[in-house]
């Protein structure tokens, strides 16, 4: 029986990550999980529950400069778990239609019997006009190629601005399974459930190959043990980061201790951010991506 392989794809802070944390539970069966991080460290990856077998890639994305480490996370899982699905949550800078044309490649290995059963899209409904007109078509790649789109940050925008994001992710992909409804109010079974009613997509590729790599448009700034906050400071800290004397941060998270010896994951980008606290730390660290980034003062807020 053939491997699923599903990919969770979706702009930066767009909720990849939370989508994943609500329906791993709930998944029947083996489950792996590869995380893709542009970043020189990853975050995502301590996240997520320790109970199943994770490959995480750093320092670039899957779809280009890192194929072959991604190749060989894929043959790995494959051989030494032989799970029933690998979930697949590229870089927020990667292009869809690029890592499905990176899993159709590996796929060519009968030794290895996976097929791409679903295609995710994350779409953050209030920075959608934002990024649409910034990023144009690297935007766009993502929705195009989707098979399922899910908005988030609904409670943030309008309902009237909500149908126009909408109508305009139909103009460029008129297939896909739009899920209207405020999917962070359900749990991980009922999420399920909604995917399981969808068949498998057929991967019909909108888009020439990636011919920007993301490391020519975005630059990263990663760090390990930053100094400890107070809470004031810590929100503070993320309210200056929209600031443009940092240049433009497009997304920053990580972990963090406080001065009440409490840690807290962190998460921002220009329309929104938060911080909640973690009861497991297995290290403190940040990583930023944006451009045009002013690093020796970026460095200064957390060091």
Not at 56 to 62: F, H, P, S
Not at 159 to 166: H, L, T
Not at 234 to 249: A, I, P, T
């Amino acid at each position: 029986m053939s491997i699923d392989i599903s990919i969770i794809s979706g702009f930066l802070g767009a909720g990849k990550t939370t989508f994943l944390k609500k329906i791993i539970p709930g998944m029947e069966g083996k489950t792996a999980l590869i995380e893709n991080e542009f970043g020189d460290i990853g975050i995502d990856g301590d996240l997520i529950s320790d109970n199943l077998p994770i490959r995480e890639i750093y320092a670039g994305c899957i779809c280009c400069s890192l194929v072959q480490d991604f190749k060989k996370s894929i043959e790995e899982l494959v051989m030494q778990y032989r799970p029933d699905r690998i979930l697949i949550e590229p870089s927020g800078v990667g292009n869809l239609s690029d890592v499905v044309r990176a899993c159709k490649k590996i796929s060519e290995n009968p030794q290895l019997d996976i097929r791409i059963n679903q295609l995710i899209t994350i779409v953050d409904a209030s920075a959608f006009e934002d990024y649409l007109e910034i990023f144009g078509e690297f935007y766009l790649d993502q929705i195009q190629n989707a098979h399922i789109i899910f908005l988030s940050h609904l409670d943030k925008t309008e309902d009237k601005e909500i149908e126009k994001v909408i109508s305009k992710i139909r103009l460029n992909n008129e297939k896909a399974f739009i899920l209207k409804e405020n999917w962070y109010s359900y749990n991980g079974e009922q999420i399920i459930e909604i995917l399981n009613t969808i068949k498998s997509c057929e991967t019909n590729l909108e888009g020439k190959a990636l011919s920007v790599p993301a490391n020519k448009i975005f630059g990263t700034l990663s760090l390990a043990s930053p100094k400890v906050f107070s809470e004031e400071e810590l929100d503070n800290m993320l309210v200056s980061l929209r600031d443009k004397e940092y240049g433009f941060v497009l997304r920053a998270k990580g972990i963090l201790e406080l001065n009440t010896r409490r840690f807290v994951y962190f998460d921002f980008n220009p329309h929104h951010y938060h911080w909640e606290y973690t009861e497991e730390c297995k290290e403190t660290k940040v990583a930023i991506i944006g451009s045009n980034l002013e690093k020796e003062k970026i460095l200064k807020c957390f060091s």
